[in-house]
Antibody, heavy 123, light 107 residues
């Protein structure tokens, strides 16, 4: 069974940093890209960024709203994806989900989601 | 960036109704369109991928259609467990953008 478990959320002051972790199980982690998606309270879903598998160079892409402040990394030996968030702003307050990103012929999707972890940025 | 526009933003329907939600992309995305269902307080779940493919475990009353810029999610006979918010997402190019969501409420 595929499972994704996020951790590391909490209350943090503006300008500070926080690192989220996503621990995966039930599949060969290194074969998949992983993404982070967030949802501000009462709002819709916002894609944060992606890290591709080593087979695709392990490259990353980010939303403009977080580029230069957030960094996604992965440790395939531990089956963990990370989201390092620096220079946090109040508008980064959201539930952060990690997802498994599956790609195939003419298809690309977030097929499994974690339960999410809440990040609150406030003084 | 590709913009995704969903309509309506909300709708009220009864059990047994046929419900249709539309999603429009700001440029052609071929069939790189996914639909997710999110219930209150829960993580989203994939329902339809690649515009019309039913995710394993999703009920067959969910149907996706469209290609290019215009897409539709149809629920053929609304069930109590289908009341939720639905999001489309384009996966054609990064950033992978979502529509604003459609909340399906009980009439």
């Amino acid at each position: 069974e595929v499972q994704l478990v996020e951790s590391g959320g909490g209350l943090v002051q503006p300008g500070r940093s926080l690192r989220l972790s996503c621990t995966a199980s039930g599949f060969t982690f290194g074969d998949y890209a992983m993404t982070w998606v967030r949802q501000a309270p009462g709002k819709g879903l916002e894609w944060v960024g992606i890290i591709r598998s080593k087979a695709y160079g392990g490259t990353t892409d980010y939303a403009a709203s977080v580029k230069g402040r957030f960094t996604i990394s992965r440790d395939d030996s531990k089956s963990i994806a990370y989201l390092q968030m620096n220079s946090l702003k109040t508008e980064d307050t959201a539930v952060y989900y990690c997802t498994r990103h599956s790609s195939g012929i003419a298809a690309s999707t977030e097929d499994y989601w974690g339960q999410g972890t809440l990040v609150t940025v406030s003084s | 960036d590709i913009q995704m526009t969903q309509s309506p933003s909300s709708l009220s329907a009864s059990v047994g109704d046929r419900v249709t939600i539309t999603c429009r992309a700001s440029q052609s995305i071929s069939s790189y369109l996914n639909w997710y269902q999110q219930k209150a307080g829960k993580a989203p779940k994939l329902v339809i991928y690649a515009a019309y493919s039913l995710q394993s475990g999703a009920p067959s009353r969910f149907t996706g259609s469209g290609s290019g810029t215009d897409f539709t999610l149809t629920i053929s006979s609304l069930q109590p467990e289908d009341f939720a918010t639905y999001y489309c997402q384009q996966s054609y190019s990064t950033p992978l953008t979502f529509g604003g969501g459609t909340k399906v409420e009980i009439k």
